[in-house]
């Protein structure tokens, strides 16, 4: 089955800096990735997702890479506020509506 | 409109007991998939129902099950409970197709003693 592998664990920025979290991913069939962000207490939020037709995707201060030859795809956050601190996970999804998340990256925006 | 609502937020329950928790999709979101989220395993698919049938399944026991009603709402059933049952259930809905995106609602937390 599909495997999801995310980068780093945990991640410590200063306000202001920008984060980048990496996914690595196994299914070359896998065709839409997106990206949540899950707060203390609440379920998951998407923040953007990008589909395999499309290299990069930007929203504002968020941006989503897709290297579909290398089978890696990365969130990039800009100017980061301490709002931006909770803990963020990639998925992937190939076949059908199920979706493969990665273990998770818990950032930490200090002011 | 509404978003993905799920009761109860929280239940606990003893081990051998069965539970059901139950998932009100967005308005007008014919899919519904549950996942279980804990430390160790983090975010792992259980299930996925469209139009009142399982369409998508995961690697769970046969312990774990789920329905779907004709307003798409959802219910899962977890039977004969462990310990390692505990965690965070979440429900995410979407509209229909396979290529839609699927928003999660705050989910249920289940403690097993």
């Known amino acids: 089955g599909e495997n999801v592998e995310q980068h780093p664990s945990t991640l410590s920025v200063q306000e202001g800096d920008s984060a980048v979290i990496k996914c690595t991913y196994s299914d070359s069939a896998s065709n839409y990735f997106p990206w949540y962000k899950q707060e203390l207490g609440k379920g998951p939020q998407l923040i953007i997702d990008i589909r395999s037709n499309v290299g990069e995707k930007k929203d504002q201060r968020i941006a989503v890479t897709l290297n579909k030859t290398a089978k890696h795809f990365s969130l990039h956050i800009t100017e980061t506020q301490p709002e931006d601190s909770a803990v963020y996970f990639c998925?992937?999804?190939?076949?059908?509506?199920?979706?493969?998340f990665g273990g998770g990256t818990r950032v930490l925006v200090k002011p | 409109k509404a978003g993905v609502t799920q009761t109860p937020r929280y239940l606990i329950k003893t081990r051998g007991q069965q539970v059901t928790l139950s998932c009100s999709p967005i308005?007008?979101?014919?899919?519904v998939s549950w996942y279980q989220q804990t430390p160790g395993q983090g975010l792992q698919f259980l299930f996925e129902?469209?139009?009142?049938?399982?369409?998508n399944k995961g690697n769970f026991p046969g312990r774990f099950s789920g329905r779907q009603f004709s307003n798409s709402r959802s219910e899962m059933n977890v039977s004969t409970l462990e310990l390692g049952d505990s965690a965070l259930y979440l429900c995410?809905?979407?509209?229909?197709?396979?290529?839609?995106?699927?928003?999660f609602g705050p989910g249920t937390r289940l403690l097993v003693l």
């Open positions: 998925a992937v999804k190939a076949a059908g509506n199920k979706l493969t």
């Open positions: 308005s007008g979101h014919r899919s």
């Open positions: 129902y469209f139009s009142e049938t399982q369409r």
């Open positions: 995410a809905s979407s509209l229909a197709g396979t290529q839609e995106t699927q928003y």
